[in-house]
């Protein structure tokens, strides 16, 4: 539960994510947590806490399917006020070297391209970008890009 909390205060302050405001509020808690408790084979998730508040997350979604076994999936957020501390980058490494030991080569996460903090951050640990999904979020009158990226390990 305190993650979800986490991850809602998260995305109704972040700027440059899919969701924005009170999207997720579409979607009723219980869904929510059967759609968690039906994935948890397939998804970890770590936080990072200071003392006992939830100050940021990385979620690892492993491939389902026998042929793409090698593959994982990364979304990362840490709360606005905790950021530029070294967080991010920990909860990456500390993924990497989780979805290593599960057997995982390659991992991708996508960014959008107006995150610019975010994409730098990828960059300089080694994710490369492989392709775009052009004008795909509209925020105002602005189109932004999805910039898929991925490394190997
Ligand atoms: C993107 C995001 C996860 C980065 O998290 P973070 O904890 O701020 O990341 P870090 O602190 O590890 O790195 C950010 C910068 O701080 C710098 N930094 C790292 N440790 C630091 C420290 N101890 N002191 C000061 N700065 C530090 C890093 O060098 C990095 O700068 P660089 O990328 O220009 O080299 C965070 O901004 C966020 O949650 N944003 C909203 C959600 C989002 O956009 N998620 C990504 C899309 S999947």
């Known amino acids: 539960m305190k993650f979800?909390?986490?991850?809602?205060?998260?995305?109704?302050?972040?700027e440059h994510l899919a969701l924005s405001g009170n999207?997720?509020?579409?979607?009723?808690?219980?869904?929510?947590?059967?759609?968690?408790?039906?994935?948890?084979?397939?998804?970890?998730?770590?936080?990072?806490?200071?003392?006992?508040?939830?100050?940021?997350?990385?979620?690892?979604?492993?491939?389902?399917?026998?042929?793409?076994?090698?593959n994982a999936y990364l979304v990362l957020s840490v709360r606005s006020d905790h950021q530029n501390k070294g967080i991010g980058t920990k909860l990456i490494q500390d993924a990497e070297k989780l979805a290593h030991?599960?057997?995982?080569?390659?991992?991708?996460?996508?960014?959008?391209?107006?995150?610019?903090?975010?994409?730098?951050?990828?960059?300089?640990?080694?994710?490369?970008?492989?392709g775009r999904k052009r004008k795909i979020a509209q925020i105002g009158n602005e189109f932004d890009d999805l910039i898929l990226m991925a490394k190997f390990l």
Do not use: C, Q
């Open 4 to 14: 979800l909390l986490l991850r809602r205060k998260i995305e109704a302050e972040a």
């Open 23 to 70: 999207d997720r509020k579409a979607e009723p808690i219980w869904f929510t947590i059967g759609r968690m408790l039906a994935n948890r084979k397939w998804t970890l998730i770590l936080v990072a806490k200071d003392r006992n508040d939830l100050i940021g997350y990385i979620s690892i979604s492993f491939a389902k399917f026998r042929k793409m076994r090698s």
């Open 101 to 130: 030991a599960r057997g995982t080569r390659r991992i991708e996460l996508e960014v959008f391209a107006k995150n610019t903090g975010a994409h730098k951050l990828f960059k300089r640990l080694g994710y490369e970008e492989e």
